[in-house]
């Protein structure tokens, strides 16, 4: 069997994976973005190099997470990315009427305007989807402890709660 991946010694096993640190967006205008993701999504703005034109916000604390904001060129073409803040379901269910108390949409999953969260049944996941002001994607998420239930596919919240609970 071949593999592009190098053997590993069994005791070389990989360091267990428990969040996102880092992910860094491109943004148009780096003083709005930095305004709607300190002051609307309250995270704390760590430094901005002004000749970089960069920024770098602490999620929760530095310790946690980071994200990097970095603003482009003129040009028309512009990268749309994707993130997910990892919160607990009590802000989730929240997050709908705190973002359009900001005038933001709340989404769903397929960018729907959608005031609850929805329910991603094979995981299972709660997740609140919303754009900032360049356009992307941005989740709120919590993991659910109950069973799976990939024939759910992806619903509202409500749905999920009324929903008949699979035989075991």
Same mark, same amino acid.
């Given at each position: 069997m071949t593999s592009s991946h190098q053997e590993c010694p069994a005791d070389a096993s990989m360091p267990h994976i428990l969040g996102l640190y !880092? %992910?860094? @967006? %491109? +943004? =148009?205008? @780096?003083? #709005?973005?930095? =305004? &709607?993701? #300190?002051?609307? @999504?309250? @995270? !704390?703005? =760590? %430094?901005?190099? !002004?000749? #970089? #034109? +960069? =920024? &770098?916000?602490?999620?929760?604390?530095?310790r946690t997470g980071m994200l990097g904001l970095w603003e482009t060129g003129s040009a028309p073409l512009r990268m749309r990315l994707h993130i997910a803040f990892r919160i607990s379901l009590d802000d989730v269910l929240r997050s709908a009427a705190a973002l359009k108390a900001h005038g933001i949409q709340p989404k769903g999953f397929n960018g729907e305007p959608l005031d609850e969260p929805v329910v991603l049944g094979w995981m299972p996941s709660v997740s609140q989807y919303f754009s900032d002001p360049d356009g992307h994607s941005i989740e709120f998420i919590h993991v659910l402890e109950a069973e799976a239930d990939a024939g759910f596919g992806v619903k509202p919240y409500s749905q999920w709660l009324s929903r008949p609970k699979p035989v075991a």
């Open positions: !880092e %992910t860094h @967006l %491109t +943004v =148009a205008d @780096l003083q #709005r973005s930095i =305004a &709607f993701y #300190r002051d609307i @999504l309250q @995270l !704390e703005l =760590a %430094t901005v190099i !002004e000749d #970089r #034109r +960069v =920024a &770098f916000l602490w999620i929760d604390d530095k």
